[in-house]
């Protein structure tokens, strides 16, 4: 038995960036991006949403339609950190980008403008 401190958080599921381009070419992914709008403008994955971590709310993401709604940022800790807000409002997104954008473009994989 191993004991925890404090309660437990669920584990956040994790796609690569090569995954998750995958999904987006076959219309099963959509991809909010939880950086600042800043960060945003600078680049981010194509067709990517952008609901900042600053003003999070898990009520307010967009309805994925049926695809699984992926969250990311730079590097995997703000997606993280939005991941435990829709958990604790029961939101039914628990998917983010493994490393984040950063990830993504060292994959060398399309930036959008």
């Not at 403008?41 to 900042?52: D, F, L, M, Q, S």
């Amino acid at each position: 038995m191993v004991l925890g401190f404090g309660k437990s958080a669920p584990a956040h599921k994790e796609v690569s960036a090569t995954e998750l381009q995958a999904m987006i070419a076959a219309g099963q992914a959509l991809v909010v991006d939880v950086r600042e709008a800043n960060e945003f403008a600078e680049g981010h994955i194509p067709g990517a949403v952008n609901r900042p971590l600053s003003g999070f709310q898990a009520s307010k993401l967009p309805d994925g339609g049926g695809k699984t709604v992926v969250l990311n940022c730079l590097g995997g800790k703000r997606s993280g950190m939005a991941l435990d807000k829709c958990s604790t409002a029961q939101a039914a997104v628990d998917t983010h980008l493994a490393g984040g954008f950063d990830a993504w473009t060292s994959a060398g994989l399309p930036v959008e403008r």
